[in-house]
């Protein structure tokens, strides 16, 4: 392959991408705008999928070096009431065979992967444009530029390079998480430790919800959700933590004492996370030399699959121009009729997954799914 490839952004599905590349000896530049791999927390647990992100996990040959990643016990799974009654409880038996991982780690494995200079850190892209005959220009923060015949924006949900395919913008979905973190549980906070259990917990009810992972070292991390509307979420001055945190947890009066202490009692200020989607059947024309990947190409509402897609979709993207060295628009346009029925049909699953945590059948459309009695999506 003679056409050279550039990767916007060192997240999961580009890396994906530059490993499988790497493995069929195309090589790849990725930039990415954080100024190095430690430069912010990578996010929290991860399920990674038989039909999804363990297959792109083998196509980039590092199964073994996943598995030494793989946090024993944590697909377990516990359902709580407002009041703390447990309403279901799972323990992780080995047969779910989605195993978890920590984002951070999992990423830091296919960086190590890769060749020495192929991630361009502190790279912040400001924009895009069209040069002909499918090459593009990018230009970075600094004002350095970069042209290319294979553009690829793997560049998460505000992607600077989807406005060269598309002209859609994410939405916000009417609901927004708030994060914290509560360290050393076990010992500092052994209430809260005690209800979530091993593995995640989920305490749910319309428009509100506690969910909560068991992370390394006595880890808790914890999300608040609220279905408010933008406005109502400006109105809080989450520079203010100790307000920020009063606020969100007077959301929450009555609740049992274990679950409100997951933001009452956490460990670091915390972080509002709103949650936005493009159109569920987004897509585009195919446009010489340039396509995107991961929530660039198909944000959704979250469902559990948004890193196991980007993963997928790196894989397959790397292994198409490894089949057509000689015919990149071949090998994207492969790329793409495989891609946009696939992450509809995610999407579309991720409706069913909000309506069943966040409904108005919440918990219990929850449990009948966990249980077999709901028709599971």
């Known amino acids: 392959m003679t056409t050279d490839v550039t990767i916007i952004g060192a997240g999961l599905g580009g890396l994906t991408l530059a490993r ?14 954080e100024i190095s791999p430690t430069a912010r927390a990578q996010g929290g647990m991860l399920d990674i999928h038989e039909d999804s992100g363990q297959p792109a996990l083998r196509a980039v040959g590092l199964m073994n070096e996943f598995r030494s990643l793989i946090l024993e016990g944590r697909q377990a799974i516990r359902v709580l009431d407002l009041d703390g009654t447990v309403l279901f409880d799972h323990d992780d038996d080995g047969t779910r065979g989605n195993p978890e991982v920590l984002r951070g780690e999992l990423r830091q494995m ?60 994410p939405e916000y979905i009417g609901m927004s998480y708030v994060e914290t973190y509560l360290f050393d549980a076990d010992t500092r906070h052994p209430a809260s ?29 914890a999300y608040m959700m609220l279905a408010r509307p933008q406005d109502w979420f400006a109105d809080i001055d989450f520079t203010d933590s100790a307000a920020a945190t009063a606020r969100i947890a ?32 987004h897509r585009w024309e195919r446009q ?22 980007a993963m997928y979709d790196g894989a397959q993207l790397g292994k198409a121009l490894a089949a057509h060295p000689e015919d990149v628009e071949a090998a994207l346009t492969e790329y793409e009729q495989a891609m946009f029925p696939r992450s509809a049909a995610a999407a579309t699953e991720g409706i069913q997954v909000h309506e069943m945590f966040y409904g108005a059948g919440a918990p219990h459309s929850l449990i009948n799914m966990l249980t077999g009695h709901g028709q599971t999506p």
């Open 110 to 169: 296919l960086l190590d992967s890769l060749p020495a200079g192929t991630v361009r850190w502190g790279h912040k892209v400001s924009g895009t444009r069209a040069l002909g005959e499918g090459r593009h220009e990018v230009t970075f923060a600094d004002g350095t530029t970069v042209t290319t015949g294979l553009l690829v924006g793997a560049d998460g949900a505000w992607s600077r390079v989807r406005p060269l395919l598309s002209s859609a913008a």
């Open 250 to 281: 007077k959301e929450f009066d009555g609740w049992a004492p274990e679950l409100t202490a997951l933001i009452a009692d956490g460990d670091t200020a915390p972080v509002l996370r709103p949650l936005y989607a493009l159109p569920i059947e």
């Open 20 to 33: 499988v590349l790497h493995l069929h000896g195309i090589p790849a530049t990725v930039y990415e705008a």
């Open 193 to 221: 430790a005690k209800a979530v259990g091993s593995g995640s917990l989920f305490a749910l009810a319309p428009g509100r919800a506690f969910l909560a992972h068991r992370e390394r070292a006595g880890t808790l991390h």
């Open 288 to 309: 010489p030399g340039v396509t995107l990947l991961g929530d660039a190409a198909h944000l959704s509402l979250p469902n559990g699959e948004g890193a196991n897609l």
